[in-house]
C-alpha cells in the first residue's frame, strides 16, 4: 500500500507541475501578445501625430509665404492695386489711356514755312491714379515715391523699355489737374495724399506693365487700346485720296 501511494502522489505531483508551467508558458505568451499589441498601437498613433505635425508645419509656412506676398503686393477683390516699399504704401485705384495732342504751331508770316514746318504727331500715355501713404520719416511727394518704388515698363523683343515721367506734360485744363497738382506736393510722414501720375510715350502695339523696381513682387499688365492699326488704316485712306486726285 505504501507504494502504490508513493507512485500515485509521484504521478499527482508530476500532472501539477506540467499544468503549473503550462500556465506560466501561457501567461508569458499572452503578456508578449498584448505587448506586442501595444508597442503597434503605439507606433501607429506617433506615426499619425507626426504627420499631423507635418501637415500643420506645411499649412503654416504656405499661410506665412502667402502673408508675405501679401504683404508687398496684392490685388484686391474690387480691382485695387496694393504694393508696400521702403517710401511708403501705394493702392493703385486704375489706369487710364490719354491721348496728348501735340500744341499748335504759332503762325508763320510767310504761309511757305508753314507748309515745310514738320506736323508733330499726338503721344500716347498712360494715366495712373493711387493713393500713397507716406511711411517714411521725411516729407515725400507721392510722384517721387512713385517714380522710386515702381516703373512702368514695355515688354519689346529687343528688351524691356522703361517709360518716362510726362505728369507735367499734361495740360492744365486736364479734368483731373487737381490730383496731378497733389502728386508733386509734399505728404508728411503718417499722412496720405491721392495723386495722378502719366508715363509715356506708349507704344500701343506692345505689352505695358506696372512692375517694382526692387523685387519682382509687382507685375501688373496694364490694358490699352491699339492706336496703331487705326492710324495706318487712316494713312491708306489719304493716300488713296492723293492718288484719285
Same mark, same amino acid.
Given at each position: ?16 507541475l ?23 498601437? *503605439?507606433? /501607429?498613433?506617433?506615426a499619425? @501625430? #507626426? &504627420? =499631423?505635425? !507635418? %501637415? $500643420? +508645419? ?24 496694393t ?15 490719354? *491721348?496728348? /495732342?501735340?500744341?499748335?504751331? @504759332? #503762325? &508763320? =508770316?510767310? !504761309? %511757305? $514755312? +508753314? ?27 507721392p510722384?517721387?515715391a ?15 523699355i ?51 523696381r ?11 487700346e491699339?492706336?496703331?492699326t487705326e ?15
Amino acid at each position: 500500500m505504501s507504494l502504490k501511494k508513493y507512485l500515485l502522489a509521484g504521478g499527482l505531483s508530476t500532472v501539477l507541475l506540467l499544468g503549473a508551467c503550462n500556465g506560466d508558458d501561457t501567461t508569458e505568451e499572452e503578456t508578449d501578445d498584448a505587448a506586442t499589441e501595444e508597442a503597434g498601437e *503605439t507606433g /501607429e498613433d506617433t506615426a499619425d @501625430e #507626426e &504627420e =499631423e505635425e !507635418e %501637415e $500643420e +508645419e506645411d499649412t503654416a509656412a504656405e499661410e506665412d509665404a502667402g502673408s508675405e506676398d501679401s504683404a508687398d503686393s496684392e490685388s484686391g477683390s474690387d480691382g485695387e492695386i496694393t504694393y508696400s516699399g521702403e517710401y511708403g504704401d501705394f493702392v493703385v485705384a486704375g489706369f487710364e489711356q490719354y *491721348t496728348l /495732342e501735340p500744341e499748335e504751331a @504759332e #503762325e &508763320e =508770316e510767310e !504761309e %511757305e $514755312e +508753314e507748309e515745310e514746318a514738320e506736323e508733330a504727331e499726338p503721344t500716347e500715355l498712360v494715366l495712373i491714379e493711387f493713393e500713397y501713404t507716406n511711411n517714411g520719416d521725411v516729407p515725400t511727394t507721392p510722384e517721387e515715391a512713385f517714380g522710386l518704388e515702381m516703373a512702368v515698363r514695355q515688354l519689346a523683343e529687343s528688351g524691356d523699355i522703361t517709360l518716362d515721367n510726362l505728369t507735367m506734360d499734361l495740360p492744365e485744363d486736364h479734368e483731373q489737374s487737381d490730383l496731378v497738382d497733389q502728386s508733386v506736393e509734399l505728404v508728411e510722414p503718417g499722412e496720405s495724399a491721392t495723386a495722378l501720375v502719366a508715363y509715356g510715350p506708349v507704344d500701343t502695339t506692345l505689352e505695358t506693365a506696372l512692375q517694382s523696381r526692387n523685387d519682382d513682387s509687382l507685375n501688373e499688365t496694364i490694358e490699352l487700346e491699339d492706336t496703331g492699326t487705326e492710324e495706318t488704316d487712316d494713312e491708306e485712306e489719304e493716300e488713296e485720296e492723293d492718288s484719285e486726285e
